[in-house]
């Protein structure tokens, strides 16, 4: 009978150590899947896929050619690199690099000359325009603050400029929008922390020009008990970029993070340039998250304080209150806000200053995780994954000059990502175990064998 029991407690093991073996195979493939980079439709806070490489494939292409053969590049719905060229041999070119060819019938010279006679003519707040490389046109839009009589010297001088110069009214005014994804506040108003950055001394917020200028002292609460810092440089108009000098000299723990809301921000790991037709998302205290496209680059746009020209151009929504905020994508910084039209429940136009073109002029590096250092030199990136650019973080995390840590995956233990479900550790273990379980199970049973077989020899020989 004891022998019996014993061949049922082998058995149940050695089952139970095989079916342990099939279920940590299954964990181990599900978990493979699941850290696969899901389709661009299904990956929040993602850019279309490839974005990154295509926008870098068409501008090397468009450099390549020129502007006088070239009239810009964008990207396509599907992902894939579009350059406008004006002849037949430009376009077997970009085809044989792997671009699609678009010939159209004016050049970037053209364009570009149109623009310059609009800058040269009589300001008129409320106006804007840029190149629409996807329709070869200069499209200038006009606000509800443009009388009628300007209206029409802004036609004639268009009329003047090219066939291919477009008049447009639009929705709403043209204005700058205070506030931000974090906000920052001194006795001109509220704004927000774009991007934390550093000249290697010290650390500073990269947020709007217009937000104040220079000698302006911010602080994180309305009653002005936490100084942020002071503002430090800056130019608007012209450009729109500022730099706060945090009053501790550095940026704490997190600075690598911006809020989007919820207790939540993404991690960025570089910055790069604009391309039109990239998904982009943009992050405000005011109206929270939103996505939408780039939609034009080197935009001007003539706000009632001054103009500003080099602007990315997108038609993700903002509202007063969102002024400063980052723009990104892949966890790549992009912009910060600097104004626009509309609001985000009819939709709208916000313009961003580009955060490559601000470091440049500021001479600072963006601060990014030390495992991406070499991203923050103001120079193209490659996108990461988007696991790699999103990291949930605790709000007071992703506030200017936090010292809280960012939680993740970069702060768990080796027990902890061992056991994480989302990974390929807890059916790693599965599999151990039931191998360790089935050694054993045949390690008993030769034991048991072989005691067994001395004392029969034992009771024989006596």
């Not at 209206?151 to 268009?158: E, H, N």
């Not at 990269?206 to 008990?225: E, K, M, R, V, Y």
């Amino acid at each position: 009978m004891r022998h019996a029991r014993r061949r049922i407690v082998r058995r149940v093991t050695r089952l139970a150590a095989v079916g342990g073996l099939l279920l940590g195979g299954a964990m181990v493939a599900q978990a493979a899947m699941a850290s696969e980079t899901p389709p661009a439709a299904t990956r929040p806070l993602a850019s279309a896929s490839g974005a990154s490489g295509a926008g870098n494939t068409g501008a090397a292409l468009v450099a390549r050619l020129g502007t006088a053969r070239t009239a810009g590049n964008w990207i396509g719905a599907d992902g894939r690199p579009v350059v406008a060229v004006t002849d037949e041999a430009a376009a077997r070119e970009v085809r044989r690099a792997g671009a699609e060819a678009k010939v159209v019938s004016h050049s970037m010279n053209e364009l570009k000359s149109a623009t310059a006679a609009l800058r040269s003519a009589p300001r008129v707040a409320g106006t804007a325009w840029a190149v629409d490389y996807r329709t070869n046109r200069v499209v200038v839009s006009a606000d509800s603050t443009v009388s009628a009589a300007d209206w029409t010297g802004m036609t004639r001088v268009a009329a003047k400029a090219g066939s291919f110069v477009r008049m447009e009214r639009t929705k709403g005014t043209f204005t700058t929008r205070l506030n931000g994804a974090q906000p920052i506040l001194s006795t001109g108003g509220r704004c927000s922390a774009g991007f934390n950055v550093t000249n290697g001394q010290s650390d500073f917020i990269l947020t709007a020009g217009h937000c104040g200028p220079t000698g302006s002292i911010w602080f994180a609460d309305n009653q002005g008990n936490q100084q942020l810092g002071r503002t430090v440089a800056g130019t608007f108009p012209g450009n729109d970029f500022s730099l706060v000098q945090y009053a501790s000299g550095r940026a704490g723990d997190g600075a690598d993070v911006v809020a989007i809301g919820g207790g939540n921000g993404v991690r960025i790991t570089g910055v790069a340039d604009a391309a039109v037709g990239q998904r982009v998302f943009r992050s405000g205290s005011t109206s929270g998250l939103h996505d939408g496209t780039v939609t034009a680059l080197n935009a001007t746009v003539n706000y009632p304080e001054g103009t500003v020209t080099g602007l990315i151009q997108t038609d993700v929504c903002a509202e007063p209150g969102d002024s400063g905020g980052p723009l990104f994508s892949d966890g790549i910084a992009l912009g910060v806000t600097s104004g626009g039209s509309g609001d985000c429940t009819a939709g709208g136009t916000t313009f961003f200053q580009p955060v490559t073109r601000a470091l440049a002029a500021l001479n600072v590096k963006l601060i990014v995780s030390a495992q991406n250092a070499g991203g923050a030199t103001g120079k193209a990136s490659p996108a990461p994954s988007a696991s790699a650019a999103q990291g949930a973080v605790a709000p007071s995390a992703a506030s200017p000059g936090s010292s809280a840590p960012v939680t993740g995956a970069q702060g768990q233990t080796l027990l902890a990502r061992l056991t994480d479900t989302r990974n390929i550790g807890p059916g790693l273990l599965v599999i151990a175990g039931s191998l360790i379980a089935l050694v054993a199970t045949r390690y008993i049973r030769a034991e048991q064998d072989r005691k067994a077989y001395q004392r029969y020899y034992s009771a024989t020989w006596g």
